[in-house]
T-cell receptor
Framework: DAGVIQSPRHEVTEMGQEVTLRCKPI?????LFWYRQTMMRGLELLIY????????DSGMPEDRFSAKMPNASFSTLKIQPSEPRDSAVYFC??????????????FGDGTRLSIL | GENVEQHPSTLSVQEGDSAVIKCTYS??????FPWYKQELGKRPQLIID?????GEKKDQRIAVTLNKTAKHFSLHITETQPEDSAVYFC?????????????FGTGTKLQVIP
């Protein structure tokens, strides 16, 4: 089991540029979560998917943020245009759900994003 | 929606002492309570979890207790070691409307002083 795989691990870009973060969940997991972590705001849930369908995107800060899950093995989080206040560590997590009830989330190693 | 409060936000203990972190939740439908440990620069990792049909669970030096009536649960670490230093997150999870919903606490930074 390779775990949740995120790329890139680090991203440094200039304000106004488009940023795309990628996530490959654990095979067979039907839930995928995107989180943002900062010192000031802690761990924030941005959006989560079940069976590739977005269920709750109320945590997405604004229209500059968008997320997609075109298939069960891939998701993207896009920021366009990026701003310095978007600098944070972005985590993707996946879990099993439904039939087995609530299960723990497995986190990727995160993407450390710096917007200059 | 669910609201999870976690205390304290920081905790310093001497090596060998015990550490206790407490969380309260608001949604009585929550029935699964995982705890995650996040070391500096690393990802959160599950260390122990408890379901609502159980009052206590133990794994070596780590234990979690749950009081459903009072809607609070706690993490207990005994004989603390320097490698226990990390940020600990509690979470409350419910399964309603056909979907899993998880709410995290704000984290406790534990420092174990050698």
């Amino acid at each position: 089991d390779a775990g949740v795989i995120q790329s890139p691990r680090h991203e440094v870009t200039e304000m106004g540029q488009e940023v795309t973060l990628r996530c490959k969940p654990i095979s067979g997991h039907d839930y995928l979560f995107w989180y943002r972590q900062t010192m000031m705001r802690g761990l924030e849930l941005l959006i989560y998917f079940n069976n590739n369908v977005p269920i709750d995107d109320s945590g997405m800060p604004e229209d500059r943020f968008s997320a997609k899950m075109p298939n069960a093995s891939f998701s993207t989080l896009k920021i366009q245009p990026s701003e310095p206040r978007d600098s944070a560590v972005y985590f993707c997590a996946s879990s099993l759900g439904r039939v087995l009830g609530n299960q723990p989330q497995h986190f990727g190693d995160g993407t450390r994003l710096s917007i200059l | 929606g669910e609201n999870v409060e976690q205390h304290p936000s920081t905790l310093s203990v001497q090596e060998g002492d015990s550490a206790v972190i407490k969380c309260t939740y608001s949604d009585s439908a929550s029935n699964y309570f995982p705890w995650y440990k996040q070391e500096l620069g690393k990802r959160p990792q599950l260390i122990i979890d408890i379901r609502s049909n159980v009052g206590e669970k133990k794994d070596q030096r780590i234990a979690v207790t749950l009081n459903k009536t009072a809607k609070h649960f706690s993490l207990h670490i005994t004989e603390t070691q320097p490698e226990d230093s990390a940020v600990y997150f509690c979470a409350a999870s419910s399964y309603s409307g056909g979907y899993q919903k998880v709410t995290f606490g704000t984290g406790t930074k534990l420092q174990v002083i050698p």
